[in-house]
C-alpha cells in the first residue's frame, strides 16, 4: 500500500519506506519456511516504491535544473 500512497503522497519519504518494509517482508516470508505467503506482494511492493523513488527523483532534478540560471 506504502508504494502506491507514495505515488500521490510525499513520494520520496514514502517511497523510501516501501521499499524497506518490502524488504523486511521479504526476508521474514523466506525465513519462514513456506509458512508465510505474499513474496510476489512484497516484490511488487519493491518495484513500486523504487519506480516512484527514480520518476520522482528525475522530475526534482529536471525541475531544479531548469531553475538555474546559466547566465545567457
Given at each position: ?50 519506480t516512484s523513488l527514480?520518476v520522482y527523483g ?10 538555474i540560471d546559466t547566465?545567457?
Amino acid at each position: 500500500v506504502l508504494g502506491i500512497v507514495s505515488w500521490l503522497i510525499c513520494p520520496i519519504v514514502l517511497s523510501v519506506l516501501a521499499m524497506v518494509y518490502a524488504q523486511q517482508a521479504k526476508r521474514e516470508i523466506d525465513a519462514s519456511a513456506g509458512r508465510i505467503g505474499g513474496r510476489g506482494r512484497a516484490e511488487a511492493a519493491l518495484w513500486i516504491g523504487a519506480t516512484s523513488l527514480v520518476v520522482y527523483g528525475i522530475l526534482l532534478a529536471v525541475t531544479l535544473a531548469s531553475g538555474i540560471d546559466t547566465g545567457s
